[in-house]
Each structure stands twice: as structure tokens, then as C-alpha cells.
């Protein structure tokens, strides 16, 4: 696309399974976050119809909930209007029509994703300009490289893929059907292993809570019960449960899904098996540039445990964890949609109206004009 406005801060909509993070390019971190679920009453009476985000949940027993989105790519058209429609007006405060909009999609993201995407926000909010992005080049981007592998532990699963120079390399993605939301679960079977339990609805909740704020990833699962120390998890309504084994035992399914009852290698063999699909020559780079993302990486101690599974044999392993792991791919997005060298990856609504949504595709972020 040529002729957009540089100085035109465009919005950047993180679009992700649990929550949508949205705010502006150039900015150091979204201005929103809410959870990506969408409510309509159960009573047909109702004078609203839509719900979206935190208020739905609040509100979720009065309502039918819809994820649209799943494992990242849109799963209900309207759904997904509802909630952009909710980050663009509602909490951006924008008129969709007068800027352009940079969207993320998953990194096996699909054709039929994007057009669906294309749909709402060409034909139904008029937007002059669209960009769709993978999740982890924008990481690698706000981890200032352009090389590495990106290792996502997101809500419903974990990916591992190997950029070269920008650009994802075929055949790298290995997957772990393991996130945020099985560890959630973990966590509330584990509580109530501890004699806590909660009502229906608001365990997954709380046990979401108490897991943020306790949970650790052990150097040595089979030496940790020895060691760990209790603690104290202060709930809403200043209640306060003690916490044992579960600190530790939670988070150990990304490193052994059995115990989520998955038969698949964890985290590190998620990892080994992305940087093996890829050149045997750059396999000793790629070892010393893994990149976390993602909120559950924040879990102490986990990149530690990553670089001693994956380090033997004479590897060097680092690990590149940065602080504001849990954002990554929306700062990488807000960096992405600022740089004059990515202008024109912009896909135009005029492009959209001649072509159709095969005019469409992903970019990234240092990929060659």
C-alpha cells in the first residue's frame, strides 16, 4: 500500500483466545486488556443483546458465553465483531473508518482466518487499511531480533517455531497441547486434592488467581516435595488458603503432559523437535536464541528448568526471557505498525474492494519488501 499517513497511529489488536490485548503503534503497552468472550442474554426479554469481555463475565451465569476465537484464529464471525468492535470504539475510542488496523493471527494462521478477519473490519467498519501478523515474529521483533525461536505458551496450547532472518521456516512448528487454560484445571484438581474446592462457578477463577501468584516450575520434581515450603494464597473477600504441593505440581505438566494426560514430549522436546526440523547449520544459533512469550512463562524458574532439559551433549543454551514477556506480541505489533520500512504491507481497502480477500496476507516484520 502506498500514500498512508506515517504519522497516523493505527490500532494494534492483539486478538488472543483468553484475552485481546488493543492499544496504539508507537506505545510501550496496550492501553486494554479484557477477555475475549462474548454474552447474549439467556432471557429473550432483555433490552441489550451483547455482552463483551470482563462485564460478560461478570454476568456469565445470566448469559450464553462464546470464545470466538480459539487456539487463536477466529471461530465465530460475529463474535469476533462484537469484540472488535468493543476494543476500537468502546475502549480505543476511535471511528474504525479513519485509521488503519494492525491485527495479529496465530502462526500456523489460515487463509480463511484472515478473510474472516477482512470481513468485519473492510466490509462491516469500513477501515482504510488492514495488516495481519503471526504472534511470534512480532515477539522475535520486540525482542530485537530477527533470528530465533519462539517459544509461546499461550492459553489453550504451546508452539515452538523457528525465523530465520524474519522469516518463519516451513516445517519448524512443533506444538504442545498444553497452556494457561490446562494448567488452570490442573490447578483446581490439585487445590482440591488440598481439601480447597470452590463453587462451580467461580473455580476455574480462583484457582487462576492462586496459580499466578504461588506457582513455581522445580529444577527436580522428584526431589521438590522435600523441599517445598508452604504458602499462604490470599483470595477475594481477604480469605486465605495455604498452598502445598500444588505450587510446583501445576506447572509441571508443560515439562510432563501425562500429567494433563497427554502422550507427547513437554516444553523442551517441543523446542528440540522445532530447532531439529531446521538447517543443521543453524541449529547451534538457534539453541543460544530461544525467546519466551507469554503469560505463563512468567511461572518462576521455568526458563531455568528449559536451558537444563535442553542443554547435554556439549549444546549451548540461552534462554531470552524479557520482563514484559506477557505483552510481546502486541509490543512487537505497536513496533511493527510504527516503522516507515513496513508501510507497505499494509493491505488497502481499495486493494480489498478489487480484489477481494485474497488480496490479504500475512506479513512480518522483517520479512523482505
Same mark, same amino acid.
Given at each position: 500500500?502506498?500514500?498512508?499517513?506515517?504519522?497516523?497511529?493505527?490500532?494494534?489488536?492483539?486478538?488472543?483466545?483468553?484475552?485481546?490485548?488493543?492499544?496504539?503503534?508507537?506505545?510501550?503497552?496496550?492501553?486494554?486488556?479484557?477477555?475475549?468472550?462474548?454474552?447474549?442474554?439467556?432471557?429473550?426479554?432483555?433490552?441489550?443483546?451483547?455482552?463483551v469481555g470482563d462485564e460478560a463475565r461478570g454476568m456469565s451465569s445470566t448469559l450464553h458465553i462464546v470464545?470466538?476465537? !480459539?487456539?487463536?484464529? %477466529?471461530? @465465530?464471525?460475529?463474535?469476533? #465483531? &462484537?469484540?472488535?468492535?468493543?476494543?476500537? /470504539?468502546? $475502549? *480505543?475510542?476511535?471511528?474504525?473508518?479513519?485509521?488503519?488496523?494492525?491485527?495479529?493471527?496465530?502462526?500456523?494462521?489460515?487463509?480463511?482466518?484472515?478473510?474472516?478477519?477482512?470481513?468485519?473490519?473492510?466490509?462491516?467498519?469500513?477501515?482504510?487499511?488492514?495488516q495481519v501478523v503471526d504472534t511470534s515474529s512480532l515477539a522475535l521483533c520486540a525482542a530485537g531480533r530477527?533470528?530465533?525461536?519462539?517459544?509461546?505458551?499461550?492459553?489453550?496450547?504451546?508452539?515452538?517455531?523457528?525465523?530465520?532472518?524474519?522469516?518463519?521456516?516451513?516445517?519448524?512448528?512443533?506444538?504442545?497441547?498444553?497452556?494457561?487454560?490446562?494448567?488452570?484445571?490442573?490447578?483446581?484438581?490439585?487445590?482440591?486434592?488440598?481439601?480447597?474446592?470452590?463453587?462451580?462457578?467461580?473455580?476455574?477463577?480462583?484457582?487462576?488467581?492462586?496459580?499466578? !501468584?504461588?506457582?513455581? %516450575?522445580? @529444577?527436580?520434581?522428584?526431589? #521438590? &516435595?522435600?523441599?517445598?515450603?508452604?504458602? /499462604?494464597? $490470599? *483470595?477475594?473477600?481477604?480469605?486465605?488458603?495455604?498452598?502445598?504441593?500444588?505450587?510446583?505440581?501445576?506447572?509441571?505438566?508443560?515439562?510432563?503432559?501425562?500429567?494433563?494426560?497427554?502422550?507427547?514430549?513437554?516444553?523442551?522436546?517441543?523446542?528440540?523437535?522445532?530447532?531439529?526440523?531446521?538447517?543443521?547449520?543453524?541449529?547451534?544459533?538457534?539453541?543460544?536464541?530461544?525467546?519466551?512469550v507469554g503469560g505463563s512463562t512468567l511461572l518462576t524458574s521455568l526458563p531455568d528448568r528449559l536451558v537444563?532439559?535442553?542443554?547435554?551433549?556439549?549444546?549451548?543454551?540461552?534462554?531470552?526471557?524479557?520482563?514484559?514477556?506477557?505483552?510481546?506480541?502486541?509490543?512487537?505489533?505497536?513496533?511493527?505498525?510504527?516503522?516507515?520500512?513496513?508501510?507497505?504491507?499494509?493491505?488497502?481497502?481499495?486493494?480489498?474492494?478489487?480484489?477481494?480477500?485474497?488480496?490479504?496476507?500475512?506479513?512480518?516484520?522483517?520479512?523482505?519488501?
Amino acid at each position: 500500500m502506498t500514500g498512508l499517513e506515517t504519522d497516523i497511529q493505527a490500532p494494534v489488536i492483539d486478538l488472543g483466545s483468553a484475552n485481546v490485548r488493543a492499544g496504539f503503534a508507537g506505545e510501550d503497552a496496550p492501553r486494554t486488556v479484557f477477555s475475549d468472550i462474548v454474552g447474549t442474554p439467556k432471557d429473550a426479554r432483555a433490552s441489550r443483546r451483547v455482552y463483551v469481555g470482563d462485564e460478560a463475565r461478570g454476568m456469565s451465569s445470566t448469559l450464553h458465553i462464546v470464545h470466538p476465537v !480459539r487456539n487463536g484464529s %477466529v471461530t @465465530d464471525q460475529s463474535g469476533v #465483531e &462484537a469484540v472488535l468492535r468493543h476494543a476500537l /470504539v468502546d $475502549e *480505543l475510542r476511535i471511528e474504525p473508518s479513519e485509521q488503519p488496523v494492525l491485527v495479529t493471527e496465530p502462526v500456523d494462521g489460515t487463509q480463511d482466518h484472515r478473510e474472516r478477519l477482512a470481513r468485519v473490519l473492510f466490509d462491516s467498519f469500513k477501515v482504510p487499511a488492514l495488516q495481519v501478523v503471526d504472534t511470534s515474529s512480532l515477539a522475535l521483533c520486540a525482542a530485537g531480533r530477527t533470528t530465533g525461536v519462539v517459544v509461546d505458551v499461550g492459553w489453550e496450547r504451546s508452539t515452538a517455531v523457528v525465523i530465520v532472518d524474519g522469516v518463519l521456516q516451513p516445517g519448524t512448528l512443533a506444538t504442545l497441547a498444553v497452556g494457561g487454560r490446562a494448567l488452570t484445571a490442573r490447578m483446581v484438581d490439585l487445590l482440591a486434592e488440598e481439601g480447597h474446592t470452590f463453587a462451580s462457578g467461580s473455580a476455574r477463577e480462583l484457582a487462576e488467581g492462586v496459580k499466578e !501468584r504461588v506457582c513455581y %516450575v522445580a @529444577d527436580d520434581p522428584r526431589q #521438590e &516435595a522435600d523441599r517445598c515450603t508452604p504458602r /499462604v494464597a $490470599e *483470595l477475594p473477600g481477604r480469605e486465605r488458603i495455604k498452598v502445598e504441593q500444588a505450587q510446583y505440581l501445576c506447572p509441571e505438566a508443560l515439562f510432563d503432559p501425562s500429567l494433563a494426560g497427554i502422550d507427547t514430549p513437554g516444553l523442551a522436546g517441543v523446542v528440540s523437535a522445532a530447532i531439529d526440523a531446521a538447517a543443521p547449520g543453524l541449529r547451534s544459533e538457534l539453541y543460544r536464541g530461544i525467546v519466551l512469550v507469554g503469560g505463563s512463562t512468567l511461572l518462576t524458574s521455568l526458563p531455568d528448568r528449559l536451558v537444563r532439559e535442553l542443554s547435554g551433549q556439549g549444546k549451548e543454551v540461552r534462554v531470552v526471557a524479557p520482563p514484559e514477556r506477557k505483552y510481546s506480541t502486541w509490543i512487537g505489533g505497536a513496533v511493527h505498525a510504527s516503522l516507515a520500512s513496513t508501510q507497505h504491507q499494509w493491505t488497502a481497502k481499495e486493494q480489498y474492494d478489487e480484489k477481494g480477500p485474497a488480496s490479504l496476507t500475512s506479513t512480518s516484520p522483517h520479512a523482505p519488501a
